[in-house]
């Protein structure tokens, strides 16, 4: 199974990249390739001082769709409709999105579009045959690449299918020590994409840093 | 400092005199003061037969807000708005809101009214200024009643006056392993109470029971 993640260079897809590239064939998106490629290089030469190798090849948005049975949109929310415009071939693939709809005033706060949540706005923007969920939504950028760290926490997954879901959550159990569980339809992703303006307030009023979350 | 419970009955009222009684001077209400009475009694006696001490009275729900430095409205959304209107008397006080506006349909999902969360209908339904914060909102009532077990979850308050949330954090820290932290002005509250339904939509999509939630 090959993983693309559209915005590869983007922080949370380079955090992603370096964790999944030792683990999954992955291909990397970015809108210039040659970003995607330099994100790649430096993936590689990270990991191969540690010791792992990894499978890595820095493409284009398009092709890290094309190349891949499971797409993560690793982007910002306002460049959703933008970056989707610009792609097709979405059809057969697992599509996941991690993108929180939030902004920065005074504190963090949630703003989903009309659609309710930002993966429901994913949803109406594919085509109707694309298995969707969210998962991911509340891995800080930076836990993400602090690789001598493990990732303590727990993933909730949203999705219709049943099938998608699963793959899904058996990807989220191979990395590090995340633990996914089932949150139920794609219907109720704004409950999880809250959580990280949610935590982030939460790290910023207690003095803290990069808060995730358990389940127990 | 004196705790008021109103709605002290119900089934996380009961569960939360279990745990504070032992801690606080408690005065538990009810819409009748015999039912009242008698939880506190069973508080009384199950303490008694652990070798604990409490202070713990049973009132109408009216003199839990009378006698109470710290109020707790520990009753479901939809009696918020019924009971408030029969009782006064809040303008001293600090209110304690864990109340969740949610539904079960085919899954749990968060129904917030038109003011965008339960604590900020309570902040409209009182004076202004009583100091209203949010707290205990995902703590189920089965772990407040299982006293053989400690609370080992994390409680988000959001609250706009610093004094009053201090107090509050102060109350949830002393409450077995509980441990507050600060979530921010009472404008973000309902990214804590779509908390609850979250919690539970996971625990019953991955057969677990009574989830909670830590930060870390």
């Not at 460049?79 to 504190?107: A, C, Q, W, Y």
């Not at 989903?112 to 429901?120: D, K, Q, T, V």
Request: with cysteine; charged share 20%; glycine share 6%.
């Amino acid at each position: 199974m090959k993983i693309g993640i559209v915005g590869g260079t983007g922080d949370i897809g380079e955090g992603m990249a370096l964790r999944l590239s030792p683990i999954f064939d992955l291909v990397v998106g970015s809108r210039e390739k040659e970003k995607a490629v330099a994100t790649c290089q430096m993936c590689t030469s990270t990991l191969k001082t540690r010791g792992h190798e990894c499978s890595i090849t820095g493409v284009s948005n398009q092709e890290a769709v094309d190349n891949a049975d499971v797409v993560i949109l690793a982007i910002p929310f306002k460049h959703v409709v933008p970056t989707l415009e610009t792609l097709h071939g979405f059809e057969d693939k697992i599509v996941i999105s991690p993108v929180n709809p939030m902004e920065k005033r005074e504190f963090f706060t949630f703003v989903p579009p009309p659609e309710g949540s930002a993966a429901l706005m994913v949803k109406r923007l594919l085509p109707p045959e694309v298995k969707i969920c969210s998962a991911f939504n509340t891995i800080a950028a930076n836990r993400w690449k602090a690789l001598d760290e493990e990732l303590s926490y727990s993933v909730p997954v949203c999705g219709d299918d049943d099938g998608a879901k699963q793959e899904v959550m058996a990807i989220v159990n191979r990395i590090s020590q995340l633990k996914a569980f089932n949150a139920g339809p794609l219907a109720v992703s704004s409950m999880v994409e809250s959580l990280t303006p949610l935590v982030l307030n939460i790290a910023r009023y207690n003095k803290m840093k990069d808060v995730g979350i358990q389940f127990r």
